[in-house]
């Protein structure tokens, strides 16, 4: 049965997952909406290698539909999906033994003009600092300061989505935030001094 | 990514979304750990109370010495390490809830002490702290230090229910079972209840004790008279 997908892009992803759980065919809308922006979270934060990552993607859509019927409404659809690939991330670093890290930072993802702001660096310092660099500071920040970073910053979740993603208090997003942001600024500096 | 979204397909081809009330039975499973637990906090924590509230604070010196002495032998570790460690089982369960993610730590051990220490409030009212003093000796060692402390009749305690008394004699049943005779003529006596006596004084023979002090076995817990009407 072929399907076109331009009919359902006014359909919300809830409304998608009512879908899915009548007939199969509709889950290809999820995966089609979801598939590249999930690749694009899990190499941000995992150093997997393509097949690796395409199997972890794999997995976490086998996931999102076998456990169709747990979804909350009361939470976003995407927070949802996107809790799911973290946790099955987390589970490859178990299986792989690696470490979480920051592994790509892309030119175009304008993630320093993003936490620039954020930071309030501008007058402060002028930072030109290129994506190797970024991505080696990042390197350094503690993993659970990172997560935020990387989830507030990079995938532009607010903080209710965050703390439905890592599942921890929405007061606890904002200490990580306000922390990972001042250990971000101090290795810049620190950069920036010894460049 | 090449036809990640057919391959996709294939495999879940021939599966199918898990059941509904799967979820909502595991949900509920959690939710009622969580508050089983809290039960089981509070129990303990009654009896905690229970115990704390009737120590002999004031016969320290009598019972062991000194005050650091008497504190540890006689505080009621077990019941406290009991309540924590219900309360941070119920933590964890209520933490693995589908919404326990939202609260922090510190609001729900708050909330969750607060309500323990009502349940418990409510349970010693009840007469709950008392199931403590139905456990036997060895048991006791353990579980109810003061009841150990006070049924060594050869350093002069000892404690019972009243069977039988009249102007000088109190026929006694002690924790253990054991028949006494209490001879109280030169005892100072405080009014007290059924459920028993504690009694300073000294052993004269097998069965025979003196006694110089005469008091309840424990204190009435704030509504305790109330409720036991």
Redesign the interface.
């Known amino acids: 049965m072929i399907m076109i997908l331009s009919e359902f892009e006014n359909k919300s992803d809830e409304e998608v997952t009512k879908l ?2 009548q007939d ?1 065919k509709y ?2 809308i999820l ?2 909406r979801y ?2 922006k999930l ?1 694009r979270y899990i190499s941000r934060i995992s150093n997997f290698n393509e097949q690796e990552k ?1 199997d972890i ?2 997995d976490v ?2 996931k999102v ?6 979804f ?1 409404p009361d939470l976003k659809f995407s927070s949802w999906i996107y809790r799911i690939t973290r946790n099955e991330v987390i589970n490859n670093f178990r299986k792989y033994q690696r470490r979480p890290q920051i592994a790509r930072i892309d030119p175009e993802d304008d993630f320093m003009s993003r936490i620039r702001s954020g930071l309030d660096l501008e007058k402060e310092i002028d930072v030109k600092i290129d994506a190797g660099h970024l991505r080696e500071i990042l390197g350094k920040i503690n993993n659970k300061y990172k997560e935020v970073l990387v989830l507030k910053f990079l995938e532009e979740k607010d903080y209710k989505e965050i ?1 439905d993603i890592l ?6 997003v904002a200490t990580y935030i306000s922390r990972g942001k001042k250990e971000l600024k101090k290795k810049i500096e620190k950069y920036e001094k010894f460049r | 990514m090449k036809n990640l979204d057919e391959q996709i397909l294939g495999k879940i081809k021939d599966l199918k979304p898990k059941a509904k009330w799967k979820f909502l039975v595991k949900n509920y499973f959690v939710w009622s750990l969580a508050i089983l637990f809290l039960i089981f906090a509070s129990f303990a924590c009654a009896l905690f109370l229970y115990l704390l509230i009737n120590n002999d604070w004031e016969y320290y010196k009598i019972i062991a010495g000194s005050f650091w002495d008497f504190w540890i032998t006689s505080f009621p570790h077990i019941w406290l390490v009991f309540t924590i460690a219900f309360l941070m089982l119920s933590y964890f369960n209520f933490k693995h809830t589908e919404k326990g993610y939202k609260f922090s730590k510190r609001h729900i051990i708050s909330l969750a002490v607060v309500i323990i220490f009502f349940l418990a409030f409510v349970f010693c009212s009840f007469g709950l702290g008392k199931v403590i003093d139905a456990i036997n000796l060895d048991q006791s060692k353990v579980f109810n230090q003061r009841k150990v402390i006070w049924l060594n009749p050869e350093k002069g305690f000892l404690a019972g229910e009243i069977v039988k008394e009249d102007e000088y004699n109190l026929e006694l049943i002690d924790f253990e079972g054991k028949f006494w005779i209490i001879n109280i003529e030169e005892a100072h006596m405080t009014p007290y209840r059924e459920e028993g006596v504690k009694i300073l004084g000294t052993k004269i023979e097998d069965d025979v004790f003196k006694a110089r002090e005469v008091q309840p076995w424990s204190r009435i817990f704030l509504f305790e008279k109330d409720f036991l009407k």
């Open positions: 899915v759980l199969q889950f290809l995966v089609k598939q590249d690749y395409e993607l794999q859509f086998v539909y076998v456990n169709l019927n747990s909350n703390s599942k921890i208090p929405m007061g606890t």
